[in-house]
């Protein structure tokens, strides 16, 4: 039965014309190059989705061996760290996780002095943000918990008293600013952590 797009108005079955070489052979450039598209589209969001899950077992890794206090657990974050080249070569050191923190910054956070050495050692970037609204540095973190071992080491490797974002306490402030903010930090504690920070080095005026 002829389909009702292939009459006329008058009712006359109508012929598609054939079309030429030059015709046929532009149609065919033209579905190969969607299909190439399409297939280039798919490579690459598996190759993110790969990136992404390798992201988050690097991170989760290191972020264990903060919070859990087996040797083991923390030889497997060691592990991941020195094998990360060899075995992950797409995972960057300052990857993040689901929620835009890094291995260094939950080192930090914690006050695993020993874990923040090695990743410092391996390139972490001690000056790395958080890739949330509240940007917060390795400072950020270590003042905020008052870790005082880890304020001293990023400042002694170079940390620059960046300000935050504009999200989460104490925003837009450099860390030295949210030491002198924050109400839960006792008054010698707060003394010892300013006279840490201030031979940090000031950021160069940013916008964000």
């Known amino acids: 039965m002829d389909h009702e ?3 006329d108005s008058q009712g006359k079955v109508v ?8 015709e046929e052979y532009v149609t065919t450039c033209i579905v190969h190059e969607m299909l190439i598209d399409h297939a280039l589209e798919v490579a ?3 190759q993110a989705k790969l990136k992404q899950e390798g992201a988050e077992k690097f991170v989760r890794a290191c972020r264990d061996a903060c919070y859990k206090s087996e040797p083991w657990i923390f ?3 060691l592990k991941a760290i020195k094998m990360r080249p060899v075995r992950q070569p797409l995972i960057a050191i300052d990857a993040v996780d689901r929620n835009g923190i890094n291995a260094l910054q ?6 695993n ?3 923040c050495k090695i990743l410092i050692s391996s390139g972490a970037n001690i000056d790395f943000k958080t890739t949330t609204s509240r940007c917060w540095s390795c400072l950020h973190f270590a003042v905020f918990y008052r870790k005082y071992k880890i304020i001293h080491l990023l400042v002694e490797r170079g940390a ?3 300000k935050c974002g504009d999200d989460g306490p104490m925003p837009m402030t450099n860390p030295l600013e949210m030491c002198e903010l924050l109400k839960r930090i006792k008054e010698d504690e707060r003394m ?3 006279e840490i920070l201030e031979t940090a080095e000031k950021e160069v005026t940013k916008t964000y």
């Open 160 to 162: 620059v008293l960046a």
């Open 75 to 77: 030889d497997e974050a």
């Open 44 to 46: 690459e969001a598996a």
């Open 113 to 115: 002095l020993a874990l």
């Open 192 to 194: 010892d952590i300013i």
């Open 5 to 7: 797009e292939n009459l």
């Open 106 to 111: 939950f080192a930090c956070a914690r006050g």
């Open 15 to 22: 012929t598609p014309a054939a079309m030429n070489p030059l």
